[in-house]
């Protein structure tokens, strides 16, 4: 499709595509559907003359033909024009060309329409008279009286320079290279100015660092020194320059590039993509030349032979092949489809993993194609991007041209993975009746969930086919939800039903930009709310993709709450409750959309659309989706459900952020008097970097909210800020729960400090888990950030305490479980470790498990030292299975801390860490650990244990606690252990089935990254303390 992207006040598509200021860069598929391999782009500049045209003010349109207007270009004695000439619609103009002649101001020319004379700035940001004008857009200015405060004061050159740096430096997770247009002394085709290189902190398949911070800031710091370097000083042979740049993937001879010797191909690995961003502002000239020995110049699908330049065999070329004005060729799209075609490393050499790059799995290593028209907008553009597999773009200002490769670069991220075979997420749900599992599919990317009926005496599904699954209920042909989205105006907006004549202009415009015709921005919206469209993806299955989403049952018998002393309307409105709502799944999928569906019949309830999402909606309904490679999160983060008072009316209401997929938080209102589901509010940081703004500090939404009173029995949602904002700070966000007015925020990291590396990582808070008293009203907060601290929060305080550090490459991204300590205060059990970007795959650091005591009174931070150190002492294999032991070491509370246990076995470092929140059941914690092997970053796979503690002590249970015998019973036959390996598959979050009070045996489920269903028995009664939790939803 072609996406025109427009300059829109208030909704700046750069927010959404570029807003991170640090090196945090999310995965956009599902980790074991992604090469750990940072895919090449190759940046080409227009360097030619016309670069040095003025900017043109937002109103002007090349196509338009304005009216005649003359310019003076004589005066008498008394600087009067004395002489005009008419200025030429398609003559090029410096300033020079124009006489003041009394002009009030020295930077004014004078000119007339008829009899009307006036003054007009001609400014001249090149210099030197050297600022280019064309004669079309005097005419505009002069004939349409644009006010002089209007014009810009800026030429193409500058701005290519500055928003190419600026988008570079703000998406760092990429290696680029730079190429331009040969200059005037050697005209012909176009020169390699910079190699293709890593400008963020990369790591080798063992784990150890293959480019430093300091090497990757030198990487920067060169690129960005030959980008200031560029000058507007030749012709324009964009398909030659172009078709060198394929010769530099190939690792070829140069042809018309400047330099010596062979050029080395950036291509590392056999699984990474590659991508050219060609930046022009006009049609070629001189651009004519190519070799006739290129090895791979026959193109087997077009009759003849030697086929560069005319690669597609299409008589489509050009008016004048044998000349070298504007548009007498047009190769450009050829050499983009010559690039896609062909194998850029057709060789059985190596790639760095010691497989061959003519490996069967990737059997062609080719080049996308990318395309924006700086103030043109010509056909030959899209051809080159349609026929490269890219897409085009156009731009008129620097806010246009900054939207553009912001969308480019967004694009090229989501299509950065290797696609894979990925079949589940961690989403598993069960009831006393139901177990709910997810799917996707990664080749239309449709999600699915399956709901089983539950034989509650075995813990085990009755039959391996679905009661039902939303592949056949949730349809084109069954779909009558309602869908809602959010209008922002200033500090307040209104939630709307979905309908494009709901939507602000600005909504509007940016739908409407992203598409080319015959679809329109109402075609976008009617394709989100589940109808088939035509220039749109036809689906057959309305459910998207659901990755990292929870799945969440809004369920009419679950108390959420409590009551105020003396107060009984929370009992009466769970009494109405209990007969009117209904039984529900919630979950987020990256079609865009909150789902709310119906749990016993898998129908859809209703969706909300996310107002940040709106300008990536033409992404996943592009045809081509899936089918070449692309994928990107869009509503994907987790939900919490609660609940709680809105307006002094009980409700019961879901907050979720946006995951990988944005930077918001949102609320939907599920149940209330009047049974209705109505979204509330959503919040979102501002579209550029504001330090004034509240909501500045919001980056990729990751984490989990709470809902609870705060004293004065005020409701709000509590979360952490998120990782990639602006200023990579991390803080803890309060808002009321009715419309999500800012109530507190909490910075605990003011001026961003720390080492280099973590300066350039930026910092960012995760899920938080709260502390309650027996009315819901939270007495404390708690949560980790990526550095690897754990603090704790009194609201009634403006800052955070540090209650435990665990040091730099040790992130917390998993929510805390908190429980009360037996001797006063709270103890925090939480894992460290992070798998949500590409480079963590290769992240071989040693995490641990940790139990933190944060005590009463003691104001001191935790360190490592203060613990009790466990350890895994041994594997046994039993039945097929790999069975874990660790030590027994008993906690002095006079001494320790807490207690850890690292996350290794015999010194072997795998990979091993915690993105999962522990649970607690009869005085255990229980927690998954995840890896991934990535020895071969393209080909991935995962696995992890279950582990199975003392919850005070983190020493191995003295009695047996799983069933290694599998008789489906745990007791004295069994072994006593502390967890399991898992090996075929990432392990998700455990669901625990409790068979009944008189069965002594649980079973947990845990869904694999397979999509299978793991079933773990364990020992349910015969403990003689348990532990309480310090949510609600658990003390039910």
């Not at 040969?182 to 176009?190: D, H, L, P």
């Amino acid at each position: 499709m072609n996406k025109l992207i427009s300059a829109l006040a208030g909704f700046c598509l750069a927010a959404y595509a570029s807003m991170p200021a640090y090196a945090f860069t999310p995965l956009q598929t599902p980790i074991l559907s992604t090469a750990a391999v940072t895919p090449n782009v190759m940046i080409m500049l227009d360097n030619s003359g016309s670069m040095d045209e003025i900017i043109w003010h937002e109103g002007y349109s090349d196509a338009v033909a304005y009216g005649t207007v003359d310019y003076c270009n004589g005066t008498n004695g008394s600087g009067n024009c004395n002489s005009w000439a008419v200025v030429n619609a398609g003559s090029s103009y410096r300033p020079n060309n124009f006489v003041r002649a009394n002009c009030p101001s020295s930077s004014e020319r004078r000119f007339r329409v008829g009899l009307t004379q006036r003054c007009m700035t001609i400014y001249d940001p090149v210099g030197g008279n050297n600022t280019r004008y064309k004669g079309n857009y005097i005419r505009y200015v002069v004939a349409n009286a644009v006010p002089n405060s209007a014009l810009v004061n800026d030429y193409r050159m500058r701005v290519a320079r500055e928003v190419t740096k600026s988008i570079v430096a703000n998406n760092r997770g990429l290696r680029y290279g730079l190429f331009s247009f040969n200059t005037a002394s050697n005209q012909a085709g176009g020169s390699l100015l910079r190699d293709v290189k890593n400008f963020s902190e990369s790591k080798r398949t063992d784990g150890t660092t293959e480019v430093t911070i300091a090497q990757a800031q030198t990487n920067y710091d060169q690129f960005v020194s030959s980008v200031n370097g560029l000058t507007s000083s030749t012709w324009t042979p964009l398909s030659e320059a172009y078709y060198e740049v394929t010769r530099y993937f190939r690792g070829m001879s140069r042809f018309q590039g400047s330099g010596s010797g062979n050029y080395t191909s950036p291509i590392q690995y056999r699984c990474q993509r590659n991508f050219g961003i060609v930046v022009t502002d006009g049609l070629p000239t001189y651009d004519r030349t190519f070799p006739n020995n290129d090895p791979l110049r026959d193109n087997p699908a077009v009759a003849g032979g030697n086929n560069l330049p005319n690669w597609d065999g299409v008589n489509n070329d050009g008016n004048n092949l044998n000349g070298d004005n504007e548009g007498d060729t047009l190769y450009l799209d050829d050499v983009a489809q010559f690039g896609y075609d062909v194998d850029l490393r057709d060789i059985s050499t190596a790639d760095q993993a010691g497989k061959s790059f003519n490996d069967p799995g990737f059997l062609k290593q080719n080049l996308f194609t990318y395309t924006v028209g700086f103030a043109v907008n010509n056909s030959m553009l899209a051809d080159a991007a349609a026929k490269g597999r890219g897409v085009y773009y156009t731009a008129g200002n620097s806010a246009q041209l900054n939207d553009s490769l912001s969308n480019a670069i967004n694009e090229i991220s989501a299509k950065a993975g290797s696609g894979g075979a990925g079949a589940s997420s961690s989403a598993t749900l069960t009831t006393a009746t139901y177990y709910y599992k997810t799917l996707y599919n990664p080749e239309d990317w449709r999600g699915t969930i399956e709901a089983y009926l539950l034989n509650p005496a075995t813990g085990r599904p009755v039959s391996s086919t679905p009661n039902w699954t939303t592949d056949t209920t949730i349809t084109p042909a069954n779909n009558g939800a309602q869908y809602q989205t959010y209008v922002p105006a200033g500090t307040a907006g209104s939630v709307v039903n979905l309908t494009y004549a709901n939507l602000s202009a600005a909504q509007q415009a940016a739908l409407n930009g992203s598409v080319a015709a015959p679809v329109t921005g109402a075609g976008l919206v009617d394709w989100v709310k589940g109808n088939n469209v035509t220039g749109l993806r036809a689906r057959s299955v309305l459910l998207g993709d659901v990755i990292n989403s929870s799945l969440e049952r809004l369920s009419p018998e679950e108390k959420l709450a409590a009551s105020l002393e003396n107060d009984t309307s929370y009992e009466s409105y769970l009494s109405r409750k209990s007969q009117s709502m209904t039984s529900s799944l919630l979950v987020n999928a990256n079609d865009g959309l909150f789902h709310v569906i119906n749990a016993d019949t898998g129908r859809h309830r209703y969706g909300y659309l996310p107002s940040s999402l709106m300008p990536s909606l033409h992404i996943v309904a592009d045809p081509d989706y899936a089918t070449d490679g692309t994928h990107k999160f869009m509503s994907d983060g987790l939900i919490t459900v609660a609940d709680g008072e809105i307006n002094s009316i009980w409700s019961t209401v879901a907050v979720s952020g946006m995951g990988a997929g944005g930077k918001s938080v949102f609320a939907v209102k599920l149940f209330d008097d009047d049974n209705d589901i109505q979204a509330l509010w959503e919040v979102s940081p501002p579209a550029v970097n504001t330090p004034a703004n509240d909501w500045n500090d919001l980056g990729y939404t990751y984490s989990k909210p709470v809902v609870a009173r705060i004293q004065g029995n005020r409701w709000v949602a509590i979360f952490g800020n998120g990782y990639g904002s602006y200023q990579g700070k991390a803080a803890l966000y309060v808002v009321d729960l009715a419309d999500g007015e800012l109530v507190q925020k909490i910075v605990v990291d003011e001026n961003n400090t720390g080492t280099p590396a973590e300066i350039a990582a930026g910092n960012g808070l995760s899920s938080p888990q709260i502390v309650v008293d027996a009315q819901n009203r939270i007495t404390a907060v708690y949560a980790g950030d990526m550095r690897g601290n754990l603090w704790a929060f009194d609201l009634s305080s403006s800052t955070g305490r540090k209650l435990f550090a665990a040091g730099e490459g040790h992130p917390i991204t998993a929510q805390p479980l908190v429980v009360e300590h037996p001797e006063g205060g709270y103890l925090a059990l939480f894992g460290t470790g992070k798998l949500s970007e590409a480079s963590d795959k290769l992240d071989k650091t040693e995490q641990a498990f940790y139990a933190i005591w944060d005590k009463p009174l003691s104001a001191t931070t935790v360190s490592i030292s203060d613990l009790l150190a466990q350890r895994i002492t041994e594997e046994v294999s039993i039945r097929g299975e790999v069975y874990l032991k660790t030590s027994t070491y008993e906690v002095d509370w006079n001494v320790h801390k807490g207690w850890y246990l690292p996350l290794v076995y015999q010194s072997e470092l795998k990979g091993e860490r915690v993105i999962y929140p522990a649970q607690t059941t009869l005085n255990r914690v229980i927690f998954v650990t995840a890896k991934v092997d990535a020895a071969d970053p393209c080909e991935s796979s995962g696995g992890g244990r279950l582990g199975e503690l003392d919850l005070f002590s983190g020493s191995m249970l003295s009695y047996p606690v799983l069933d290694t015998n599998g008789d489906g019973v745990v007791d004295d036959n069994d072994v006593q252990v502390s967890g399991i390996n898992i090996n075929d598959g990432l392990p998700g979050l455990p669901v625990i089935i409790d068979r009944g009070d008189d069965k002594p045996t649980q079973t947990k489920i845990i869904l694999l990254s397979t999509g299978v269903a793991k079933f773990i028995d364990e020992k349910a009664r015969d403990v003689s303390w348990t532990s309480r939790r310090i949510m609600w939803r658990q003390l039910q």
